[in-house]
Antibody
Framework: VQLLESGGALAQPGGSLRLSCAVSGFTVSNSAMSWVRQAPGKGLEWISGLSAGGGSTDYADSVKGRFTISRDKSNNTLYLQMNSLRVEDSAVYYC????????????WGQGTLVTVSS | EIVLTQSPGTLSLSPGERATLSCTASQSVNSNYLAWYQQRPGQAPRLLIFAASSRATDIPDRFSGGGSGADFTLTISRLEPEDFAVYYCQVYDISRPGFSFGPGTKVDIK
């Protein structure tokens, strides 16, 4: 099982970025997935989740209405579309695979850095 | 929203010593929804314990989890050099729905 994030970059406040998480060893469409971020020197913050199969999505209040989680079955990739970026969105963004039965994350990517600054 | 607090903030111990980390929830939680992670500097988090007391794959048996209701613990029976890291507890909040992490406990070398 491997997860590989990409797409992190320097962005301006109000700008947009799309993060990708290419997975191997399992099928992203059959797995519940999440994005978790970590601001520099800070703790972990769950920001978005996508259920297995059905496609139900959930968001933390801090990103609701600005970020969108999605997946592409054809290339086994998870995405996070980030709009209306704020300085406080600066963080390392991890994608994580949720365990099937109990709600915890058993596989994580290495993270991709997003910096929002003018 | 369930809020998690962790104590202590920092735990200074020597290799070979026992570490006991606490995680307290703002309300009673389903034990199946409580997990612990280890994060070493520059690395992604790693799942240690799920469902409060079940060790994840390839986790050494010196790590153990326990507790119920609103109070949970992670115990490292004998600290190895690679165990000096930050530890986070996490809960799934079915009412939101979503996940919350505690602020973390740093275990450093005394």
């Amino acid at each position: 099982v491997q997860l590989l994030e990409s797409g992190g970059a320097l962005a301006q406040p109000g700008g947009s970025l799309r993060l990708s998480c290419a997975v191997s060893g399992f099928t992203v469409s059959n797995s519940a997935m999440s994005w978790v971020r970590q601001a520099p020197g800070k703790g972990l913050e769950w920001i978005s989740g996508l259920s297995a199969g059905g496609g139900s999505t959930d968001y933390a209040d801090s990103v609701k209405g600005r970020f969108t989680i999605s997946r592409d079955k054809s290339n086994n990739t998870l995405y996070l579309q980030m709009n209306s970026l704020r300085v406080e969105d600066s963080a390392v963004y991890y994608c994580a695979k949720r365990k099937k039965v109990v709600p915890s994350f058993d596989h994580w990517g290495q993270g991709t850095l997003v910096t929002v600054s003018s | 929203e369930i809020v998690l607090t962790q104590s202590p903030g920092t735990l200074s111990l020597s290799p070979g010593e026992r570490a006991t980390l606490s995680c307290t929830a703002s309300q009673s939680v389903n034990s199946n929804y409580l997990a612990w992670y280890q994060q070493r500097p520059g690395q992604a988090p790693r799942l240690l314990i799920f469902a409060a007391s079940s060790r994840a794959t390839d986790i050494p048996d010196r790590f153990s989890g326990g507790g119920s209701g609103a109070d949970f613990t992670l115990t490292i029976s004998r600290l190895e050099p690679e165990d000096f890291a930050v530890y986070y507890c996490q809960v799934y909040d079915i009412s939101r729905p979503g996940f919350s992490f505690g602020p973390g406990t740093k275990v450093d070398i005394k």
